[in-house]
């Protein structure tokens, strides 16, 4: 598809550089280099590595993993999904609610981007950015007169 290709490329080109993240697996690579792959840094590459076998052999019976999900419930795909970012999730949101000068715009930006708001086209993400930058600003912003 088109957006794994430019993806890819875009890896391609910018791994050199540090910017290995630009794709769609870019979750699953977080996982692996995370405390639940290993708990010794060095050995965490066994995930990695893993990840990259299950990826391959997904390819080569994606025609009937596709098939499968169709045949269930879209609920229940999205639940199995919500369920499997579960521990992603928290843990992002205990990073970003830890500092108590920045927790209520942490708050309001997870909640505004996790309300699916779309405005003028724009989705809830850059939405959930701006009010939480505007909340973060009101917050600190201290009158000079």
Known sequence: ?????ATGLTGLLLAPFGGYAFNLAAITAAICMGRE???DPARRYTASV???????????????????LNAFPRELV??????ALLGTIAGGLAVALQHEA???????????TLSGLTLAGIGSAFWGVIAGGVALWVQHYRFRG
Do not use: Q
């Open 1 to 5: 598809s088109p957006s794994i290709a």
């Open 37 to 39: 792959a290993h708990e």
């Open 50 to 68: 893993m990840a990259g076998v299950f990826y391959l052999l997904l390819g080569l019976v994606g025609g009937a993993v596709v098939g499968l």
């Open 78 to 83: 999205l639940v199995v999904a919500g369920l």
């Open 102 to 112: 920045h927790r209520d715009a942490a708050a309001l930006t997870f909640l505004v």
